[in-house]
């Protein structure tokens, strides 16, 4: 096994990517767009805001198509699309998903479409359809592509305020279920020419019940850029944080992945959830029980 595997070397280069996001964000913000947070927002006066989101599942479907598993990939897709909606305080409305593929297969269609349907029904979105493409000579015989379209609606005055965080705001972390939807193309490497644990396809979790339980003033749900790519998006200007570490356990599966790859403890942090699928930034009086306390909100030196 090659020393010090990297998400990079996978051939994902999240570096790259914001380098190339810098690029186009002048184009973005043109557009009236804002770069940088979960979903983009349009206020519509006097109703509130509606929301939206699009996502895919990356290359976890190569792993559904290695072990022949495809259901939970459909509820990765709108778990993934409600999580980035409901840490603006969306409550999902409608969701639409596209499906591309070489040659379809209608078992394996079948089979995504349920889990799609199924955690529609549980965020209550409706499913209003979608758009299926086979496309021979893009697409490998067997593969497939699946990206997801959400759109929710905040009510007048709920969407979050950053200007709320402040110094000494406890950060509270919710429990990933495993991997969820991020770093599968350094996972596949770590596995290359091995056995494909099943727990990899554990789906991910959606947190839209407990954003609506909780109290909190922002939230970060951790996804491609682990923590550190993702919890600065819900802290204002000014002010960092401060990770503990030793609060949680981190799940075996990334132990295993770890070690199995001789990753760097930075390459881990920084490509994967850990076990912590969702940060809470909320008030010290506020801080939720049976949740673990990761941290703290810090100024900035």
């Not at 980035?84 to 409550?91: L, S």
């Not at 110094?167 to 091995?194: Q, Y």
Request: charged share 20%; hydrophobic share 45%.
């Amino acid at each position: 096994m090659p020393e010090g595997l990297s998400y990079a070397a996978a051939g994902v280069d999240i570096a790259a990517y914001e380098a190339a996001l810098e690029r186009v964000r002048p184009l973005i913000e043109g557009a009236a767009g804002r770069v940088g947070e979960f979903a983009g927002t349009y206020e519509l006066p006097g109703l509130g805001h509606l929301v939206a989101s699009a996502d895919g599942v990356g290359t976890k479907i190569k792993v559904a198509i290695a072990l022949g598993r495809h259901r939970g990939i459909g509820a990765d897709l709108v778990n993934h699309c409600v999580n980035d909606i409901a840490v603006m305080r969306a409550r999902p409305l409608f969701f639409l998903d596209y499906f591309a593929t070489g040659k379809l297969d209608p078992e394996v269609f079948e089979d995504v479409v349920a889990g799609i349907a199924s955690a529609c029904r549980e965020a209550h979105a409706a499913l209003l359809g979608g758009e299926t493409a086979e496309m021979p000579g893009l697409y490998a015989l067997g593969d497939y592509d699946l990206a997801g379209f959400i759109v929710g609606l905040v009510d007048p005055g709920r969407l979050p305020d950053a200007a709320a965080v402040k110094p000494g705001d406890l950060l509270v972390g919710l429990p990933s279920a495993g991997l969820h939807t991020n770093g599968f193309s350094l996972v596949r490497k770590v596995f290359e020419g091995m056995p494909l644990p099943e727990e990899l396809l554990t789906p991910h979790r959606s947190y839209l019940a407990d954003l609506q339980e909780l109290r909190w003033k922002t939230a970060a749900h951790v996804t491609g850029g682990g923590i550190p790519g993702n919890l600065p998006r819900a802290l204002p200007p000014g002010l960092g944080y401060r990770l503990d570490r030793s609060a949680w356990a981190v799940p075996g599966i990334f132990q295993e992945i770890q070690e199995r790859g001789r990753v760097s403890d930075e390459e881990m942090l920084s490509t994967f959830n850990l076990g912590i699928g969702m940060v809470l930034v909320v008030d010290p009086q506020a801080a939720p029980a049976g949740y673990p306390v990761i941290g703290e909100v810090v100024a900035q030196a």
